[in-house]
């Protein structure tokens, strides 16, 4: 098949009714019969040569074209003769040629015998079929992270394929809601999860389970949400069972709750409907984690809470006959509660939590009565007024020693000198393992570690302040892990010491300016750049709730 005049403009029309019916750049259909040609042309002139094929976009006239590079035959050898060609050999095509020049010229039309018009057609199509997945991938990309109407096509292992317009998602089977079945030609509504390029083309993953879905029904049921006068600001699902959805009004004079449910309970009823009855809990979000976590419990009614912040817990009083109901069937409501506040949730009763106590009150008036030499009496008192440690009564205000009944300033004198007595014991009798165990003066030396915290460092090998300087922060004050969703404690050399994180980064930080590894100016301009930062983005943070009511 030659290429002439007859058919040059049945290229072009080829090329655009193809564009049209895949929905791509009639361009690109082009360049995909370009590429045919050129392969075609190799084949009868040798696959060595560099043919090139260039198609005129309005007359559709094909040109051919074979292209020689010139190389520097001092860096590189001439390899292929039909394609490359030294200085010497291009002085009698071009003046003064350099390395990197090309000498085109004009070849004749190929004529394409059966086998070349078959490989072209492969060529085209190929082409096309990676323009038509580049476009989809592009398109469904945009897409992420929506909700999407789609018709069932068919179930493959339990996994349903979905037919959406311009290519198929994939809903698997641990996403969809309990037990669903579909059949094909079946509408379903489904949230694009993730869209991935991979060699079989784009892999569109659908989701029925994920929060995500819930906060986008939401969002298509109450015009408040679409509108940003509501924001949804945490989802918890244990799909098809039961959910938990906390949102906040930016509107004082619209109830976020109120709004969500809608008119008798039509709104979320709609949301329900689609969740194949999964009881959805609204619960209106508060910045004040106990109150929010109070929230999050409802329907149980709470007593106490006592957040740690640092651990990222929390512990819960519940009177005994709420305890089952603060749990939930097979632990559901206080799960739903610790995905939605994002902490680690301990319930108690009212009983347990007295028991604790009564423990910690024993341990503590136990610690006086031996260090102190004190009777259990005046040891309980102690523990009454708040003392929990040597270190508190050795060096606390005399004044704050004399509201106790019974203690006047000998006493309280008396009290404060044996507890220092004992401190300094303990602080001798540490420091001499400490440097037993190698700690050098350098440790003694720091401020801020007292000679028990540096024997609990030489223990672990920590006994240079070099050594010192390169602990991380977490491993001086603990820490927790979490892999695979389940969270674990990390034990800190001075932990128990009472050294939080920022204390202990502060600490490794002095060492490390002590012994020069840091310039104080770069931390004082990293620390004046995110102030900067920490300025536009509150420059760019949005209204404020009096003013978006406003």
């Known amino acids: 098949m030659a290429i002439t005049s007859a058919n040059q403009l049945e290229l072009l029309q080829t090329a655009e009714a193809v564009a049209r019916e895949k929905m791509i750049d009639p361009g690109l259909v082009v360049e995909a019969m370009e590429e045919s040609l050129a392969r075609a042309a190799k084949s009868r002139y040798g696959a060595e040569m560099d043919i090139r094929v260039s198609i005129d976009r309005k007359t559709g006239k094909a040109t051919f074209t074979r292209v020689r590079t010139v190389i520097d035959p001092d860096e590189e050898e001439l390899e292929n003769y039909q394609a490359q060609m030294t200085p010497e050999q291009a002085r009698q095509y071009m003046d003064d040629p350099k390395p990197g020049d090309t000498f085109v010229e004009e070849v004749p039309p190929v004529d394409m015998g059966r086998i070349a018009a078959q490989s072209a057609k492969q060529v085209i199509l190929q082409k096309v079929r990676e323009a038509e997945r580049d476009r989809q991938f592009e398109e469904f990309q945009d897409r992420a992270g929506t909700i999407i109407n789609g018709v069932v096509k068919r179930e493959e292992y339990g996994n349903v394929v979905v037919d959406v317009g311009r290519g198929e998602g994939v809903l698997r089977r641990n996403e969809k809601i309990g037990r669903e079945s579909y059949r094909p030609g079946d509408r379903i509504r489904c949230y694009i999860k ?12 659908l989701s029925r389970t994920a929060p995500e879905f819930m906060a986008e029904l939401f969002k298509m049921e109450v015009p408040e949400i679409y509108d940003g006068i509501i924001e949804i600001k945490a989802v918890a699902r244990d799909p098809g069972s039961r959910a938990k959805i906390a949102v906040i009004s930016y509107d004082g004079s619209i109830d976020p709750v109120g709004a969500c449910v809608g008119m008798r309970g039509s709104r979320v009823q709609a949301v329900v409907n689609e969740l194949q009855g999964e009881k959805i809990d609204i619960i209106p979000w508060n910045e004040d984690a106990p109150t929010f976590l109070v929230n999050a419990l409802q329907p149980a009614e709470v007593a106490k809470v006592v957040l740690d912040e640092e651990a990222e817990r929390i512990e819960v009083v519940v009177p005994e006959e709420q305890l089952s109901l603060a749990i939930g069937r097979r632990g559901q409501n206080v799960r739903l509660a610790s995905q939605l506040t994002g ?7 009212e009983e347990e939590e007295s028991a604790r106590r009564q423990a910690e009150f024993e341990t503590r008036t136990k610690l006086f009565m031996d260090t102190l030499d004190l009777d259990e009496f005046f040891a309980q008192l102690l523990v009454s007024e708040g003392f ?3 270190e508190e009564v ?4 005399v004044d704050e020693l004399l509201v106790i009944d019974g203690v ?5 004198s008396e009290l404060q000198a044996r507890a220092r007595d004992y401190l300094d014991e303990q602080n001798r009798k540490a420091e001499e393992r400490a440097r037993e165990l190698g700690a050098e003066d350098s440790l003694f030396a720091f401020e801020g570690l007292t000679p028990q915290m540096v024997e609990a460092l030489a223990e672990d090998g920590v006994k240079t302040l070099e050594d010192f300087a390169t602990c991380a922060d977490w491993e001086l004050a603990g820490g927790w892990t979490t892999v695979n969703g389940e969270r674990s404690k990390d034990d800190g050399l001075l932990e128990k010491f009472g050294v939080g994180l920022e204390e202990a980064q502060n600490m490794v930080m002095t060492a490390r300016l002590q012994l020069g590894w840091v310039d104080l100016a ?13 300025a536009e983005a509150e420059a760019d943070a949005p209204e404020t709730t009096e003013e978006a009511g406003a």
Do not use: C, H, K, W
Request: no cysteine; proline share 2%; glycine share 4%.
């Open 522 to 534: 770069d931390i004082v301009d990293e620390s004046e750049e995110e102030e900067g930062e920490e």
């Open 388 to 390: 929990t440690n040597l």
């Open 394 to 397: 050795a060096y606390v205000e």
């Open 408 to 412: 006047d300033e000998d006493t309280a």
């Open 194 to 205: 993730d869209v991935r390029r991979e060699q079989r083309g784009p892999q569109i993953f």
């Open 343 to 349: 902490l680690d949730i301990d319930i108690m009763t």
